[in-house]
Antibody, heavy 122, light 110 residues
Framework: QVQLEESGGGVVQPGGSLRLSCAAS????????IHWVRQAPGRGLEWVTF????????YYAESVKGRFTISRDTSKNTVYLQMNSLRAEDTAVYYC???????????????WGQGTLVTVSS | QSALTQPASVSGSPGQSITISCTGT?????????VSWYQQHPGKAPKLLIY???NRPSGVSSRFSGSKSGNTASLIISGLQAEDEADYHC??????????FGGGTKLTVL
């Protein structure tokens, strides 16, 4: 069955960097786009970024553009989120999620991982 | 892109029906039939309930339904059950090729 497992979260100082991983199983990344969505403590969901099923297009929220980069390794069926210049307001649980099959943009999130906590604090 | 507007909380008794609204703009909810709804229990990951305004994924109860009128989408839950107590999030595709979520609504089953 479809599974997504995030890892790489932790505590980082403001201005620091962190790389999150999203390991996918039960489906092939070459057919599905992947989203990252975050949720600050006690807050709602915030969409962060999306990589298309063919890896050719990546989309970002304005709040992370220029600081975060989404990428993937199809040989490992894994998607990454490189986060640089981290700020206190980036503190959140980060979820990866699978979009629908072979679409230009994933207009929904069919399956979600359990999330990984990122805390930006000195 | 501003978040979609949802009520912070709604409540209902077992067996009743409730509606959660989600208001956006012509650039998101009103411009596309790509509204989705997610259920999230405390400490858990969200789960897809409704996609493309009114479609249910396989395995989701028919007690959950969705609709849209203009810039406002709605999630309707009929025959409320104790297990429906959770947070509900709406989401829409936008003209900027992004997704935007609502602030979330906490449903309390009395």
């Amino acid at each position: 069955q479809v599974q997504l497992e995030e890892s790489g979260g932790g505590v980082v100082q403001p201005g620091g960097s962190l790389r999150l991983s999203c390991a996918a199983s039960g489906f092939n990344l070459t057919n599905y786009g992947i989203h990252w969505v975050r949720q600050a403590p006690g807050r709602g969901l915030e969409w962060v970024t999306f990589i298309r099923y063919d890896g050719t297009n990546r989309y970002y929220a304005e709040s992370v553009k220029g600081r975060f980069t989404i990428s993937r390794d199809t040989s490992k069926n894994t998607v990454y989120l490189q986060m640089n210049s981290l700020r206190a307001e980036d503190t959140a649980v980060y979820y990866c999620g699978k979009g629908p099959r072979i679409t230009i943009f994933g207009v929904r999130i069919d399956n979600w991982g359990q999330g990984t906590l990122v805390t930006v604090s000195s | 892109q501003s978040a979609l507007t949802q009520p912070a909380s709604v409540s209902g008794s077992p067996g009743q029906s409730i509606t959660i609204s989600c208001t956006g703009t012509n650039s998101d909810v009103g411009g596309y039939n790509y509204v989705s709804w997610y259920q999230q229990h405390p400490g858990k990951a969200p789960k897809l309930l409704i996609y493309d305004v009114s479609n249910r994924p396989s395995g989701v109860s028919s007690r959950f339904s969705g609709s849209k009128s203009g810039n406002t989408a709605s999630l309707i839950i009929s025959g409320l059950q104790a297990e429906d107590e959770a947070d509900y999030h709406c989401c829409s595709y936008t003209s900027s090729a992004t997704l935007v979520f609502g602030g979330g609504t906490k449903l309390t089953v009395l």
